[in-house]
């Protein structure tokens, strides 16, 4: 069962993240994942109200680490749509699901955890494919400028983001549980969007566009469902067997991107691609 839950935690995600590529070129990148989060919130709260969750006492302790999750999680997510709007879904994709070599750095550096040769080789195969796709190399070695690929550097920072805030994310799921972090940090990120939406002056429901509602609810129940998919699948069973698969949503992501989008990816980036999918899966083994 846990390898299940992995599998749909993958497919969920890809499918959301492909969704919100193209929610996000329609309505801008704010106005989507303020949609996304608020309609994966009601999906949460469906489950809390049916479920009868308990509040827990040390939740008040924890809020300020789960604002500073909210804050990255929300740099995150505004980066990968921005960078999906810019450039290739198939490109952007990999370079998010690359967080788990954050999340593996920082245990190595705060929590003293030690890495296996494998991981080690892991973690150059993902920064090999990194740079492989997300830096124009032949024009570097053609005396160009340093230049990133279109999409590539918000990848990068939503990398980082989703990286550092599940690393984050790893004290207060101890003392609460999964559920009411993954709720909470939630709730922050709508509340932030909103105060952010009413002093920019921009409009819930623009005049000039269409709110794609068949592409915003979708995409808010499938981010919730596959947070609740990995949440279930690492509970009951081994967290190095579950995270590696449900990262490697980026697959789902650029299938979709090549098959609907028509993105076209060149040797080079597929190299790179299956360089991080390898690397991803490896570093957890």
């Given at each position: ?41 009601a ?11 308990q509040l ?140 952010y ?29 596959a ?53 991803l ?5």
């Open positions: 069962m846990p390898i299940i839950y992995a599998l749909l935690a993958m497919i969920f995600w890809g499918l959301a993240l492909f969704l919100a590529a193209l929610a996000s070129r329609k309505i801008g990148n704010v106005l989507t994942l303020f949609w996304m989060e608020l309609f994966g919130l999906t949460g709260t469906v489950y809390l109200v049916f479920n009868h969750v827990s006492g040390s939740i008040v302790p924890n809020l300020p680490i789960l604002f500073t999750i909210a804050i990255l999680q929300l740099t995150a997510y505004l980066s990968f749509y921005k960078g999906t709007e810019k450039g290739q879904v198939s490109l952007v994709a990999p370079l998010g699901s690359s967080w788990s070599l954050i999340t593996v750095l920082l245990s190595v550096i705060f929590l003293g955890e030690i890495l296996k040769p494998s991981q080690i080789f892991a973690i150059l195969l993902i920064l090999a494919g990194i740079i492989t796709v997300a830096v124009n190399i032949f024009g570097i070695f053609k005396g160009k400028s340093f230049k990133f690929l279109e999409g590539t550097k918000e990848g990068l920072l939503a990398m980082l983001g989703w990286g550092i805030s599940l690393y984050f994310l790893i004290l207060p799921s101890k003392e609460l549980g999964w559920f009411i972090p993954a709720f909470g940090f939630r709730l922050f990120i709508v509340l932030m969007l909103l105060f939406i009413k002093y920019s002056k921009l409009n819930l429901f623009p005049k000039d566009k269409k709110l794609p509602l068949n592409l915003l609810i979708p995409i808010g129940v499938f981010d919730m469902l947070f609740f998919a990995y949440s279930l699948g690492v509970s009951k069973g081994f967290g190095s067997i579950v995270a590696p698969i449900s990262s490697a949503y980026a697959l789902v992501t650029i299938f979709l991107g090549i098959i609907f989008l028509k993105e076209k990816i060149g040797l080079r980036q597929i190299a790179g691609i299956l360089g991080i999918i390898s690397g899966i490896l570093i957890s083994l």
